[in-house]
């Protein structure tokens, strides 16, 4: 009798096991099926990714460097006429890929602001800036007018290479789509 309980617990456990296996797969064909009808591109679109002549490709974006130079705003008007923005910096990657696009001695934009709300650094794309690669000392808002970001190209052993400065001056900017 002892025997036959055990296997009836054991005879319960596979149920069980086996209820879980297929409901897990039930569960894949669904994922999969919704993936298909919502996602109907394949994967390599996103992998696969080409970019446009005199843009760069890093990881899954494309970026732009100016070489003529204007104001924080329209710099990023000039970024949006071309399907992209000012490009927001979120991995130390993208910050090393980003300031080797620049010559010794370049600044250029990032889409980085304080403009909404003095010391409260927002990407253009609405996110808050949670990394940051400020110099030292910087932001400083010198003179209470400087509200937007810029990278500076300068041969350092840090990757801190952001400084704050007056959005109407001209700068190279960086676009990313």
Not at 72 to 93: E, F, H, N, P
Request: net charge negative; aromatic share 12%; proline share 3%.
């Amino acid at each position: 009798r002892r025997r036959r309980r055990g296997d009836k617990g054991e005879e319960k456990e596979e149920r069980k096991t086996f209820l879980f296996k297929v409901l897990y797969i039930r569960f894949i064909i669904c994922v999969l099926v919704f993936h298909r009808i919502f996602c109907p591109y394949p994967c390599s679109q996103f992998t696969d990714i080409r970019c446009d002549t005199d843009w760069r490709k890093f990881d899954i974006s494309c970026y732009f460097i100016s070489n003529i130079k204007k104001n924080w705003t329209d710099s990023r008007k000039a970024c949006m006429a071309q399907g992209a923005d000012l490009v927001v910096i979120d991995s130390r990657d993208e910050q090393v890929f980003v300031h080797g696009l620049l010559q010794t001695g370049q600044n250029a934009w990032i889409g980085l602001t304080d403009s909404v709300q003095e010391g409260t650094w927002m990407w253009v794309d609405g996110t808050p800036l949670t990394t940051a690669y400020w110099e030292p000392e910087q932001p400083n808002s010198y003179s209470g007018n400087q509200d937007c970001g810029e990278i500076v190209q300068k041969p350092t052993e840090t990757l801190d290479k952001w400084n704050d400065d007056g959005c109407f001056a001209a700068q190279l900017w960086i676009c990313e789509k």
